[in-house]
């Protein structure tokens, strides 16, 4: 456990590194993830004569304000490196190394974090300041908002390591996440709430989209009820077991077939 830790602290210290080396990247990466702030600007004006499906135009400000630092605190881009890795067998070389390599990959997206939200916390203050300011609810449900936000992430990441594990059988696995990404944005809330949505809004938020970005959302900005926290959380909870089973399936699975040069 010692020798793990010592390695974990390590790779934390090299990946918050190279985060702050690439840090006008990781602003322009910040920068394409505002599209919850060119929702807010729709909305908020959409309610000026009055709420719409329960949120005024100060709600919708704190929601959509929330949405874009959820975002940044669930990126993850390891759907891209590790199908890169696979691709040109640079994958070998993280398999000689004493630490396996989806820990590898994780740890550089986890230590970017903090980076994100360093450079994303002032651009949603200078919006918020732009709109006179949002509506914010303080109470216990903030206490749970970390938690949402921790399974969502896992829940991210376990979806891009099962893409990208299909690059053991396939050559553009990165390209079918573009099909996830596009059913991302719009049913996990991030383009609107769910709850706006018709007759079907109840099986949207059952969904894995839903859960990775709609419902940690809505916790921050203390719109659910303890019975509808408590439901949100079993989503996750299903999802999350549901997704990381696959990917530790399909990345044994493509071990056993990769055949770069010195696997």
Known sequence: MTRLLAVLGAMWRLGLAEAFAYRAAMLVWVLTTTFPLVSLTLWHSLAADGPIGGYSQAEFDAYFVAAFLVRQLTASWIVWDLSSSIRDGSLSTLLMRPVHPLLHHGMLNLTALPV???LAVPL?????LAVGGVEASFGWHLLAAPLAVALAWLLQLSVQICVASLAFWVTSSAALFDVWLGLYMVLSGYA????????????VRCLPFHAAMGFPTELVCGRLTAHEVAWGFALQGVWLVVFAAL???LWRRGLRVYGAVGA
């Open 247 to 249: 990917a530790s399936w």
């Open 116 to 118: 994100r939200l360093l």
């Open 124 to 128: 949603g203050i200078l919006v918020m």
């Open 192 to 203: 609107m709430p769910t709850s706006l949505f018709p007759w079907f809004a109840g099986v």
